[in-house]
């Protein structure tokens, strides 16, 4: 069973930055598609980033294009988001997934990842 950990979360002020991991193990040969989302309290889950195996290709939703980047290391099998410039608003839990989607319509709609992580705190004070 494909398991994901994600890891580095915390509480940080605003404008500080924050690596999260996720470290994927388990049968991965299924998947091609990685990805990141969040969700904030009183919210819905919403998509973040993805990369794929190949290429690899990366989408991002517009709101973090500029400032979060997602990125692999294949041979360790973990996936990271790099986020810069934090905001209150960027307060969520934040969630790993990983599925055999292809492009971010299909990775980022509803049902579109077949495993998730257990998530990890994100906390910007002002």
């Known amino acids: 069973q494909v398991r994901l950990v994600e890891s580095g979360g915390g509480l940080v002020q605003t404008g500080a930055s924050l690596r999260l991991s996720c470290a994927v193990s388990g049968p991965t040969f299924s998947i091609y598609t990685r990805g990141w989302f969040r969700q904030a309290p009183g919210k819905e889950r919403e998509f973040l980033a993805a990369?794929?195996?190949?290429?690899?290709?990366?989408y991002y939703t517009d709101s973090v294009k500029g400032r979060f980047t997602i990125s692999s290391d294949d041979a360790k099998n973990t996936v990271y988001l790099q986020m810069n410039n934090l905001k209150p608003e960027d307060t969520a839990v934040y969630y790993c997934a990983a599925g055999n989607a292809i492009g971010m319509t299909a990775v980022a709609k509803r049902g579109g990842m077949d495993y998730w992580g257990k998530g990890t705190l994100v906390t910007v004070s002002s």
């Open positions: 990369i794929s195996w190949a290429g690899p290709s990366t």
